[in-house]
C-alpha cells in the first residue's frame, strides 16, 4: 500500500478509516431506522410500480391490442425497453467481473450496488419478452423439454431463442457471484444481530468463520466465477444484437452489432451506476468510500465508451454512403432527417456529445454536471434503441405501408412501472443489505503504521 | 541502484541474421516486380500491413498502459516504446505500396471505375490520391503520437514525465485518434481490395489482430531480453502469466469478431456481403480460413487455459510465435482471394516479402531497445513494477 504514497496518489479511502468504523458506516444504517428521505423514494418507487401493474394486468387481459403497434411497426416500446435494461445491467458484471481479473481495487466501493442493479435490471428486463408474448402464462414454452407437440418447437436458429439461453445464463452467474461476495458481509451482519435475525444471517452466510481456509477458499471461488462472468458480459448483448443484425432489414443488419451492442450497454450501465451512486453517496454519507477518484474512474469509463459509441455511429453512416445500397442510404437519411428524425438528435447529443465534456477536468469535478450527464446518456441510450428498433421499420420497403409510431398510456405505463420496479428493489436491497462491499473495502484500507515499519525495514 | 544502467547488446549473429532475412525480403520484392508483380504486390501489401500492425501496436500499448494507470508493466514498457520507433520506416513501406497500387486494387484503373457504377459512386473516397494522401496523413499522425509517447518515460520535468496529467491526456487522445485512423486505414489497405463489398466491423476485425500479434511480439522480445541479460531479475513469472493472459484475451476476441462477421453474413445472407465469404469458402481457401481459426485461436486458447502454462515461458514464447503465424495466415486469406480468385498458390513471392518484413522490424526495433537504458529507471511505477506479485 505504501506505494501509492510514494506515487503521490490520493487513496481509494479517505478519512482514515479503521476497520472498525467501517464496519460501523456500512452495516449502521441498517440497524437504524429509515430515513424520511427513503420513505420518501419507496413511496415514489413503489407508486410507479403500481402503475406499471395496473398497466400489465390490463393489457394482459386485453391483449396486446392496447399497444400502439401497427402493421409497420411490430416491435416498438417493449422491445426498446427490454435492451434499455438489459444494457443496464452490463455494469455490474464488468465491475464486479473484469475490474477484478484486470486488479483494479477502485471496484471494490461500488461493486456491490452495481451488482444488485444488474440483478435487478435484468429482471426488469426479462419481464418485456414475457408480457410481449401476450399470454405469459405459457412462457415455459420457450424451454426445450421433452413433449408431444410433434415437429412444432422451439427454433434454435433464432435469436430469440439465443436470447433466453443468453439472459438466463446471465441472471444465473451475477446472482451466484453476487451472493459469493455477500457472505462475508452477511456474517457480519449475523453478528451483530440478535434473536431471529441472527438465526436468519447464520443460515444466509453459510456458516462463515473467517478463517484464513474460509478467506483462501473464497477468494479462488470469486476469481473463478470472474473468469466465468467475464465472457458473458460480452455474449449476453453480443446475442441481444443479433435480434436485430441477423435480419435483412437496413439499419438492423450491419456486422458491426455485437461488439457496439456491448460497448453501448457498457456505457449506458456505467451512466446508471454512476447515477444512482452519486445519490447513495449523498444519502447515505458514503462521502468517504465513494470518492471522486472512483467517480473520476468511472467518468473515463463513459467517456471512453461514449466515444466508441460515436465511432460505431459515424462508421455506420459511412458505410451507408460507401456500400452504395439505395436502401441503406435511405434508411439512414431516414434515421437523421425523416419525421422522426428529432429522435436521432437526442441520441447523438445524448450519447456522443455530451460525455465529451467529461475530457475536461473542470467537469469531472463538478457533481452536479456530471450528475445531469449521466442522466443524459441514460436518456440517450434509451433513444438509440428506440431510433435502432422504431426509425427502421416504420418506413419499410413499401411506401405504401409506411406509418408513424405513438406509445399509448399502456406502453407508458408499463415503462414507468419498469422503472419502479428498478428503484423499488433498488431501496429494499439499501435497507437490508449492506450497500458496500465492507470485508473487500477492509483490503483496501490506509495502514499508516505499518506501512511505516515496513518501509524502515526496507530501507534497513 | 543498480537498475539505472541495464544497457543491452544485441547478439551480432541475431543481427546478422534478420538484416539477412530483411535483404532476402527485399530481393524477392524487387525480383518479383520484373518477373510476377501481380503476385510478389500481394506479398508486399501483407509485409506492409503486418509490420505497420507491429509498429502500431507499440504507441497503442503504451497509451493503454498510460490511460489505465498501470505499474505491473513499467520495467517492460521500453518495449512497445521501441516498436513503435519502427514507424517511420513503415510510412516508408506505405510510400512504396502507392508504386503498387494498380495491381492491387480494381478501383485505381479509370477504365473499371467507368463501366461500374458502384465503383463510379465510391469514386470520391477510392481514388489514388486519396489514398496517398489519408496514408500520409495517418502515418503523420501516428509517427507524432508514438514520439511524443516515448519521449515521457526519458523525461525526469515532472510535469510532462511518464505519469503527469499531460501523458494520461496525450494517451487517452492518441487512443481516440488511433481508433478512427485505423479503421480508415484498413478500409483503405484491405476491404477496398473487394470495393463492391463491405463490413463495419472490419476495422475492429484488424484492430483485434494488431493487439493479438503485437501483444505476441511484445512476449517474445521480453522473454528474450530476459535471457539476454537486461531483464534478468526484473522479469517475474507475474509479468510472463500477464502477458500470457493478455495474449489469451485478444485472441480470443480476435475471434469473436471474426466469428461476429461471419455469422451475421452467413445468416442475413445478402448477395452483397456473402460474395466475401462464396469464394473463401471453397476449395484451399476454406482450408486456409479454417486453420487460422485453428491457429490464431483454438491452438493459444488450449494451451493457455492453465496457470502453469501461462508462467512457463518456453509455452508461451512458442505460443506467441504461433500467434504470428496465425496472423500471417490471416492476411493471406484475405490478400489472396482478391488477387489470385479460386486458385490459391503460396510460394516465395508470398513468404519472402512477409518473411523480410517482420524481420526487418525485428531488427529495428531490437536496434532502438539497445538505444537507451531497458529499464525506464524515471518512471515512479519502475518499483511497484519490479515487486510485482499476483497470488
Redesign the interface.
Known sequence: MA?HI???ETPLITGGKTPAQVTADVFGPLDRKPTWLWYAAFLLAASALIVGVVSVTYQIMTGIGTWGLNRTIGWAFDITNFVFWVGIGHAGTLISAVLLL??QKWRTSINRSAEAMTIFAVICAGLFPLIHMGRPWLCYWVFPYPNFRGPLWVNWRSPLLWDVFAIGTYFTISLVFWYIGLVPDLATLRDRARGLRKKIFGFLSFGWDGSARTWSRY?VAC?LLAALATPLV?SVH?VVS?DF????LPGW???????YFVIGAIFSGFAMVLTLMLIARKVMNFEDYITMKHIGAMC?VIV?TG??VG??Y???LF?AW????EYEQFAFNNRMFGPMGWSYGIMVGCNVIAPQFL?L?KVRNSLPLIFIITLLVNVGMWFERFVIIVTSLHRDFLPSSWTSYLPTWVEIGTLVGSFGLFFTLFLLFCRFLPMIAAAEIKTVLEHPERDAKDADRRAA | MQITDRTYTPAPVLLRTLRNLSLFGLIVFVAGLFLNHERVWGGYLMGFHFFTALALAGPFFLALLY??GS?WATALQRIPEAMGKALPAALVLGVVLIAGLPSLYEWSHASVVEHD??LA??SP?LNTTGFALRLLAMFAIWIFFSRKLSARSLSSDPRHGP?S?ATLKLS?LF??VF??TY?VAN?DWLMSMEPHW???????YQLAGLASAGCAVAIILAIYLEKRGPLRGILRDDHVHDMAKLLFAFTLFWA??WY??Y???W????P??TSYYLHRQEGPWWLLVRSTLAVKWGLPFLALLSRWACRNRVLVVRVAAIVLLGHAMDLFAQVGPPLMGSEAKLGIWEIGPVLGAVSFFFLLTIRNLSRESVVPAKD??L??SMHYH??
Not at chain 2, 198 to 204: D, E, Q
Open positions: 506505494d510514494a506515487t503521490g484486470m486488479r477468494e476469481l460480452v453480443s443479433t443484425a441477423t435480419a435483412n443488419h450491419t456486422t458491426v452489432f455485437p461488439p473515463r471512453f466515444s466508441i465511432l460505431a459515424a462508421t455506420e458505410t460507401y456500400s452504395g445500397s475530457w477536468r | 490511460v489505465t505499474s457504377a458502384l459512386h465510391k473516397y505519469r496529467g487517452a487512443v481516440a481508433a478512427i479503421s478500409f463491405f463490413s463495419t466491423i472490419f476495422g475492429l469473436y469478431i461476429c462477421q455469422m451475421l453474413i445468416y442475413a445472407d445478402i452483397e456481403e515512479p511505477r518499483a511497484e499476483t497470488s
